[in-house]
């Protein structure tokens, strides 16, 4: 059992940054692949960044490339989102999953298919 808590939402200006964590709670976070995704009001949930759980390879949505940036602490059990140069249209509630794996490289086949999901964090970027 994994237990995701996300925090570090709020609201900014456009160009701002913020940093997401989801910390967890329970056995074996390091072997699971993590992940964020978002959804915006009226759309369905879309894939945003993943991270292996080694914390070596990590994938980003076209979307958000070179913009955010996904990273683990396993040492601290939680996972990390870098947005930088926010845009009003990644207004969203944010949400962290993880999902388990055999395979490190897997990590982001294995998040097609979330095992765990934390609550959410809403994010609103103003114009």
């Known amino acids: 059992q994994l237990q995701l808590v996300e925090s570090g939402g709020g609201s900014v200006q456009a160009g701002g940054s913020l940093r997401l964590s989801c910390a967890a709670s329970g056995r074996s976070f390091s072997s699971y692949a993590m992940g964020w995704f978002r959804q915006a009001p009226g759309k369905e949930r879309e894939f945003v960044a993943a991270v292996s759980w080694s914390g070596v390879s990590t994938f980003h949505a076209d979307s958000v490339r070179g913009r955010f940036t996904i990273s683990r602490d396993n040492a601290k059990n939680t996972v990390y989102l870098r947005m930088n140069r926010l845009k009003p249209e990644d207004t969203a509630v944010y949400y962290c999953?993880?999902?388990?794996?055999?395979?490190?490289?897997?990590?982001?086949?294995?998040?097609?298919?979330?095992?765990?999901w934390g609550q959410g964090t809403q994010v609103t970027v103003s114009s």
């Open positions: 999953a993880a999902a388990s794996t055999y395979r490190d490289s897997d990590y982001v086949n294995a998040l097609t298919r979330p095992d765990y």
